[in-house]
């Protein structure tokens, strides 16, 4: 049942030292500690070894240190304190006078005055205990595991443990100036894992695009499904390690799977949408996709292969913002004050990742000869952005909506499209063919997710600014 | 009369791994004629998925919940449970930030005037919060989201920076918050639990917490919703418990958090029909905390005294002139302090012997084992009878099991004198075994000590290797003293520290409790209106008056007047059925 000795095991002070000038002018007075402190058998702290002349009492005269024990019925083999009984008391130690257990302790005292005060002596031996204390009942408990007990506490003239604390509690010098806060927790040291994990959907994805690129026909149906479903699985491992994964153990914040459906379908679109919306406006489509450039229904892969290697920028983000928020969270003095220093935090991370999305697309567009389709892309990609950084801290309802309300509006605007078609129903269809012929087919999905991600956006700079929103992880298992 | 008792526990029985759970087995299998429930609160994955100990028939049913996950309901509260939950919240971070007004401020501030008065108060608000929070839970669930949220956090920070906050909340920071926040969630967590309807927590006669803190916070709530009475056994204190484990948090988190533990302590304490401290150590600290000193039964743990029994009554057959010292090798057991005590025995009687038997426990005690032994090796060197026997040293170390200590009992037995060095220590078992073993103890007056051996052992100073050499020569020097004091130690062990003892002492208390506090059930007609004067006043005096009360028309619920009648009713007499049992 003393399993608490682990937690805080007796032993003495890590240094001699004293720790103000009155201390260390009452530590020079000083003879030898007695009740504990030290462990038998090994020598006492430096500053401690102080010969015990015959003039330099120990105002303590500790009783019972001398002489067997004996076993008082219904009694305590310990003897009691009454000074006067010296019949076994050792010839080196003389009678003392009984010292008052509450001298003021501020008052610069002569050495021998200060000698007298053991109180005083506990609480340098426990200096770290007393000083870390923010309640007497803490003090207590430090003691007690230090093995003080009430009737130590009695050699002190106190009553109990309890008002020994409270005496040391009230006694420790205390200034008022902030304690010294513990700096931001030291950066954990990157790893790489989720760095090259972040890489493999846009390698995936290059290389099925480089295979579609180099086969034809049925071979090339193969590669394309292949490559689809290697794709998925990339951007699968990529969010499941690293800072786009969400925390692990908690049911509550795990992806829910109608985010997953709907960014689905959001890739799928800007894979295939425009395609197909200028298919239909030539009457088409009269064909799956072939997968070739030029063709009627040709998907749309610079885009995409930007947006999936993206996950790397995104990740690096995430984890940039992450880390950062959490150097702010450890020297914000309030929350207003996090929030206000997150917010151009999470601006910035934003617009970096913008920045690097553009240069993909910039790059893949250059790459594939392909138009890069700068406005989908954008859109499409602050929108997953924001709706993994949301995801990741918590919130898992907002992204939903906003995925779920863009993904609607592509649906919607395609499936108008098709009924325009229908006798008596191409008044349906005006919206879309204005927009259409004004702006081109992008302009849809330009336009969905660019609304979706904008309120995504505001959102974010509301949650994600909160701290609840970066509390440190659940405490382990 | 079988009563129907509610064990609740928290990382304990019925888990394979749980603490206590020895002491809750013994308990629940010797009150067969009482009915158990058991609530258990687990502390983590492992210990759920390690499984549970056997359970007796007697009980009847067995609930769990994790508190290392939070089950988030997916309950997002509406506009007037939230404001309900601010002002709940608000007023319990205004209780923790406020401190006690006695002990914490008075060095600050000065006396404050009518400390009690405001300490009352205090424990009035801390309450208020407490349940107001308990029956948002009730009512609209979704807690955990909103004890989670920016909300609770900005309540804190509010509290925290409220004129006449502590000291130390004040200089709370942003981490400082949220780490409160944390804990207060995770402590609250019992709170979110379905535990006190009237067909589960609702139903028992009686809640019996098998350790302070976590474990008695469903006792406390179901005591606030049906009324039942709440006995609360500890056996360490949970609140120093937190304190000494709490050491390395930044002080604005140790301030609140404490004040947390020590208001909920004192609350339990002021509702709990009676309180149980397993020692005189633990019910210094419960008075401390609030406890009512009427209210304190102290129940000493109780031990299997049968495998001792043949050493204590057989004639004394140690080897003459050996100390044993028996227990878990660790610093804080001072076996340094031993041998050099040893020495000075051996200066008096050339003869002695020196047994430690026991095991080193983790590297620590591994690297004290080997000190040890280096510092016996260096005091004592090997000797031999004659110029042509084999020497030998006359410390050795054992282990239980070994060819010279086969079982703890022969490690007793071989012992004139027990020693016991410790310098912490808190109930010592050791102790009571070598009293049941009936052999002459001399112990350090550390931790129980003193309060286990009540006079029949003798106890020195803590740290003093000459007391402890001089008690133990005087005791090896007199035999008819060890014989006295050996006898007497048994007989004061069998006295107070067998299961026996323990169990009848809780029999006893549920006994009490239930005739003090009887559970008001409201029978029930045929049309579901109350039935007045259905249960006459004998009806609440221990012992069946007129036989089970199972009339066809007499429905019985739990008391609550109408609103509760409407629900179901249950029967009051027949037990439910079983159906979370799975044995």
């Known amino acids: 049942m003393s399993g608490l000795g682990e937690l805080d095991r007796p032993g003495r002070p890590g240094g001699a030292g004293a720790w103000d000038a009155q201390s260390e002018e009452w530590l020079g007075g000083r003879g030898e500690s007695e009740t504990e402190g030290e462990a038998p058998g090994e020598p006492g702290t430096p500053t401690l070894a102080r010969p015990l002349g015959g003039e330099e009492l120990d105002d303590l005269g500790v009783p019972g240190e001398q002489g067997p024990a004996r076993d008082v019925p219904g009694g305590v083999g310990v003897r009691d304190l009454s000074e006067g009984d010296s019949g076994e008391r050792n010839p080196k130690q003389p009678l003392t006078p009984r010292t008052t257990p509450d001298q003021t302790p501020r008052k610069p005292a002569p050495t021998r005055r200060g000698a007298a005060d053991p109180v005083k002596a506990l609480m340098h031996r426990h200096r770290e205990l007393c000083e870390r204390a923010v309640d007497p009942l803490e003090i207590a408990a430090g003691l007690e595991a230090h093995g003080v007990t009430d009737r130590t506490a009695a050699r002190f003239r106190h009553r109990d443990v309890f008002s020994l604390a409270e005496e040391m509690y009230a006694r420790v010098p205390r200034d008022d100036a902030a304690t010294p806060h513990p700096d931001a927790a030291a950066a954990q040291p990157p790893r790489a894992g989720w760095a090259v994990l972040a890489l493999l959907p846009g390698v995936l994805c290059a290389a099925t695009v480089t295979g579609l690129r180099l086969t034809d026909g049925r071979l090339r149906l193969t590669v394309a499904v292949v490559g689809v479903l290697a794709v998925a699985l990339g951007v699968r491992l990529a969010l499941g390690r690293g800072p786009l994964s969400t925390p692990p153990g908690t049911h509550a914040w795990r992806t829910p799977p109608g985010t997953r459906l709907w960014t689905y379908w959001l890739l799928a679109y800007a894979l295939l949408g425009d395609g197909l919306l200028r298919a239909a406006d030539d009457g088409g489509p009269d064909g799956l996709p072939t997968g070739a450039t030029g063709g009627p229904w040709s998907p749309a892969t610079a885009p995409v292969l930007a947006l999936t290697l993206a996950c790397a920028p995104a990740a690096w983000c995430a984890h940039h913002f992450a880390v950062r928020a959490r150097r702010k969270l450890a020297t914000s003095r309030g929350l207003e004050d996090f929030a206000d220093s997150v917010q151009p935090l999470l601006l910035g991370t934003f617009a970096l990742f913008l920045c690097a999305l553009t240069a993909l697309l910039a790059l893949c567009g250059a790459v594939l000869g392909e138009p890069a389709a700068y406005a989908q892309a954008l859109t499409l990609g602050a929108l997953l952005l924001l709706a993994r950084l949301l995801t990741v801290h918590g919130f898992t309802h907002a992204p939903t909506l906003a995925l779920g309300a863009a993904a609607a509006t592509e649906a919607t605007a395609l499936c108008l499209d098709f009924i325009g078609r229908l006798p008596g129903c191409g008044f349906l269809a005006t919206p879309v063919e204005t927009l259409m012929d004004s702006w081109g087919p992008g302009s849809i999905p330009a336009l969905a997710c660019g609304v979706a991600a904008l309120i995504l956006l505001f959102h974010t700079t509301r949650t994600l600014t909160r701290a609840s929103a970066h509390a440190p992880a659940d405490e382990p298992r | 009369m079988p009563v129907r008792i509610g064990l609740l526990t928290e990382g304990g029985y019925p888990y394979v791994s749980g603490d206590a759970r020895l002491w809750c087995d013994r308990l629940v299998r010797g009150l067969g004629q009482h009915e158990f429930d058991i609530y258990a609160l687990s502390r983590s994955e492992r210990q759920e998925s390690e499984g549970w100990l056997e359970l007796p028939p007697q ?525």
């Open chain 2, 59 to 583: 009980v009847s049913r067995v609930r769990t919940a994790p508190l290392w996950s939070a089950e988030d309901d997916g309950v997002v509260h509406g506009r007037r449970a939230r404001r309900r939950f601010g002002e709940c919240y608000e007023e319990l971070a205004a209780v923790l930030c406020a401190g006690d007004g006695q002990a914490s401020d008075t060095a600050v501030t000065g006396p404050t005037e009518l400390p009690a008065a405001a300490s009352a108060d205090v424990a009035d608000r801390f309450a208020n919060a407490l349940y107001g929070l308990a029956e948002l839970a009730r009512d609209e669930g979704g807690l955990v989201t909103a004890l989670r949220s920016e909300r609770a956090v900005r309540a804190l920070e509010r509290a925290c920076r409220a004129p006449g906050a502590l000291r130390t909340a004040r200089e709370a920071r942003v981490p400082e918050l949220l780490t409160v926040a944390a804990h207060l969630e995770r402590a609250l967590r019992p709170l979110s639990l379905d535990w006190y309807e009237d067909d589960a927590l609702g139903s028992v006669d009686l809640c019996h917490a098998t350790a302070g803190g976590t474990a008695a916070l469903p006792g406390l709530l179901a005591r606030h919703f049906a009324g039942v009475p709440l006995l609360v056994t500890e056996y360490g204190v949970q609140l120093r418990t937190h304190y000494l484990a709490s050491a390395d948090a930044p002080p604005a988190v140790r301030a609140l958090l404490g004040a947390f533990h020590s208001r909920l302590a004192a609350e339990i304490y002021r509702r709990a029909a009676l309180i149980t401290p397993g020692n005189s150590h633990t019910r210094r600290w419960q008075e401390r905390c609030g406890a009512d000193r009427t209210k304190i039964r102290t129940v000493y743990p109780g031990m299997e005294a049968s495998r001792f029994a043949e050493v204590g009554e057989e004639a004394d057959r140690a080897d003459a002139d050996t100390l044993v010292w028996v227990g878990r090798i660790e610093p804080a057991k001072d076996l340094i302090s031993l041998l050099h005590a040893f020495a000075e025995i051996r200066k008096e009687e050339p003869k002695a012997r020196l047994r430690i038997v026991g095991a080193a426990s983790g590297a620590e005690g591994e690297a004290y084992l080997g000190h040890c032994r280096a510092l016996a090796a260096q005091l004592f060197p090997d000797e031999a009878e004659g110029v042509h026997a084999v020497g030998d040293n006359p410390v050795s170390f054992e282990e239980i099991g070994g060819p010279e200590a086969p079982t703890l009992a022969e490690a007793y037995a071989a012992g004139t004198v027990i020693v016991l060095s410790s310098v912490v220590e808190g109930f010592p078992i050791g102790l009571v075994e070598a009293m049941f073993c009936g052999r002459a103890t001399v112990s350090t007056d550390v931790g129980a000590v003193v309060e286990v051996i009540g006079g029949t052992g003798l106890v020195v100073p803590p740290r003093n290797p000459r007391a402890l050499a001089e008690a133990c020569v005087s005791l090896l020097r007199d035999p008819e003293r060890r014989e006295r004091l050996g006898a007497a130690a048994r007989a004061r062990a069998l006295e107070l520290f067998t299961i026996e003892q323990n169990i009848t002492a809780f029999h006893g208390i549920y006994l009490e409790i239930v005739s003090h506090s009887p559970i008001h059930r409201v029978v029930l007609d045929d049309a579901g209106d109350p039935l007045p004067f259905a249960a006459p006043a004998e009806g609440h005096v221990p012992g069946r008056w007129t036989g089970p009360r199972t009339g066809p028309t007499a429905r019985v619920v739990a008391r609550g007047g109408p609103r509760w009648a409407a629900g179901a009713p249950v029967r009051a007499t027949t037990p439910l059925p079983a159906t979370e049992a799975a044995r």
